[in-house]
C-alpha cells in the first residue's frame, strides 16, 4: 500500500525526533511492503521567520490532502518568553486542528515496567497503569471569546460547548473504553460550571448506548489528586480542553519520562499524531532528544491506518530498547544512547526482530545497523 504523509517538523527538537520516527517508518514499509511518502511543510516559529505566518496555506492544503500528519513540536524561546508578541508559535497548532477538525485527542498513559524506577511516584502506587485519555480538542476556552478592557485592567475568556461537540468526543471515548477495560471516567467541574454540567448530562444520557461500560465522575481537583494516589484505578479518561491539557500533562510524570508520551488528534477526515513534549529549545542540534514519543506518535498513525500488526511491531521494538537500555540520557543517565542512535536501534530491531538480544554489542561498539 502507499500513503500520502505530511510531515511537519516543527521548532526546536522537532526536526530531531520527527526524523527518528520516519526511519522507523521507512523500516516498516520496507518490511512489510508498504510506501510512505513524506512532504515536508512549515508550521510554527521557524514558519513566522520563513513566512511571517505560524500556519502557512500551503501547509494546511498538504494536510487536507494526506492521508495521516506527524508533527514534531513547536515553540521558541524568542516568543515563549515575549507575551507581548502578536504573532506567536502555537497560533499555528491551534489553527491547524481547527482547519482540520481534530476535535479529539488520545494520549495513552503507560507505566512501563523497566522505568517505574524512574518516576517521581512510588513504585507501588503506578505499577500497571495503562491509562487512555481523550480530551476534546477544538473547543472550550482556547477558542472561546476573549477579551481585554482598553485600559488593560480586565480581561475575559469564555467556555462554550454544544451538545454535539460533546457527543461526538464521547462515542470515541466509549468506543475505546469497550475495546479496553469497560471502564470510563468523565473528569469536569460539574459542582461550579455550567459547560461542566452540560458535559454531565450529556455522557450520562449517552452511556445508555454503552450498557457494557462502566462510568463514573470526578471533579477536576479530585482526579489531579486520584492520578498521583491511584492511577491504576482508571482506564479510559473523558475530559473538556483545558482539564485534558493539564491532567495529561500531569500523568506523564509516572511514565518516568515525558519523552515516552505519544498522541493522536483526530476528526471526521484528518489526523495528526505527535509526542506531547514541546520543543525543548536547549536540546536542539545536541542529538540528545528522546525520539521514542515521536516513534509512538508514528505507531498510533499506523493504527489509524488499519495497520496494526505494523503499529504492534514498533511497540514492541520501543519495549525492546527500554529493556536493553538503549534510550537517551533523561531516561539513561549512566549510559546514554544519542536520539539517532536509538532511532536506528528500532528500526533495526523492526529489520532484524529476532537477532537483536545477540548483537545488543554492536549498538554498544557504534555500529548503528543490527547484522
Request: aromatic letters at 8%.
Amino acid at each position: 500500500m502507499k500513503y500520502n504523509i505530511t510531515v511537519i517538523p516543527g521548532d526546536g527538537i522537532g526536526p530531531e525526533v520527527t526524523e527518528q520516527a520516519k526511519k522507523v517508518l521507512r523500516a516498516v514499509g520496507n518490511v512489510f511492503d508498504h510506501t510512505f511518502l513524506f512532504t515536508e511543510t512549515l508550521m510554527g516559529a521557524c514558519a513566522i521567520d520563513k513566512t511571517g505566518n505560524p500556519l502557512p496555506d500551503e501547509t494546511i492544503e498538504l494536510c487536507k490532502k494526506s492521508d495521516a500528519i506527524l508533527f514534531g513540536a513547536i515553540g521558541d524561546p524568542k516568543y515563549d518568553n515575549d507575551p507581548t508578541a502578536k504573532v506567536r508559535p502555537e497560533q499555528g497548532l491551534l489553527r491547524l486542528r481547527k482547519e482540520l477538525g481534530l476535535f479529539c485527542n488520545v494520549r495513552p498513559v503507560k507505566a512501563y515496567d523497566t522505568l517505574l524506577h524512574n518516576s517521581p511516584l512510588k513504585k507501588d502506587r503506578i505499577e500497571g497503569t495503562d491509562i487512555t485519555i481523550y480530551r476534546e480538542l477544538t473547543g472550550g476556552i482556547y477558542f472561546g471569546i476573549k477579551e481585554l478592557s482598553d485600559d488593560g485592567k480586565h480581561a475575559f475568556d469564555g467556555c462554550s460547548y454544544t451538545v454535539e461537540e460533546i457527543e461526538r468526543m464521547a462515542h470515541l471515548a466509549f468506543q475505546a473504553a469497550q475495546k479496553r477495560r469497560k471502564k470510563l471516567t468523565l473528569v469536569d467541574k460539574a459542582n461550579v460550571l455550567e459547560t461542566s454540567r452540560l458535559w454531565r448530562k450529556a455522557v450520562t444520557a449517552l452511556a445508555k448506548q454503552y450498557p457494557d461500560v462502566e462510568v463514573d465522575f470526578l471533579f477536576v481537583d479530585n482526579a489531579a489528586m486520584q492520578l498521583i494516589l491511584n492511577p491504576k484505578q482508571f482506564d479510559v479518561i473523558l475530559t473538556e480542553n483545558l482539564f485534558g491539557d493539564i491532567l495529561s500533562d500531569e500523568a506523564s510524570v509516572i511514565g518516568g519520562s515525558i519523552g515516552l508520551l505519544a498522541s493522536a488528534s483526530v476528526g471526521k477526515e484528518n489526523a495528526l499524531f505527535e509526542p506531547i513534549h514541546g520543543s525543548f529549545p536547549q536540546a536542539k542540534g545536541k542529538d540528545i532528544a528522546n525520539p521514542l514519543a515521536s516513534i509512538l506518535s508514528a505507531a498510533m498513525l499506523l493504527e489509524h491506518l488499519g495497520l496494526m500488526q505494523e503499529a504492534k511491531v514498533v511497540e514492541v521494538a520501543v519495549q525492546k530498547s527500554l529493556e536493553l537500555g538503549i534510550t537517551t540520557e533523561d531516561i539513561n543517565s549512566e549510559n546514554p544512547f544519542s536520539t539517532s542512535k536509538v532511532g536506528d536501534f528500532i528500526a533495526d530491531y523492526i529489520y532484524n526482530q529476532e537477532d537483536s538480544d545477540m548483537n545488543f554489542q554492536n549498538i554498544h561498539m557504534g555500529q548503528s545497523t543490527i547484522i
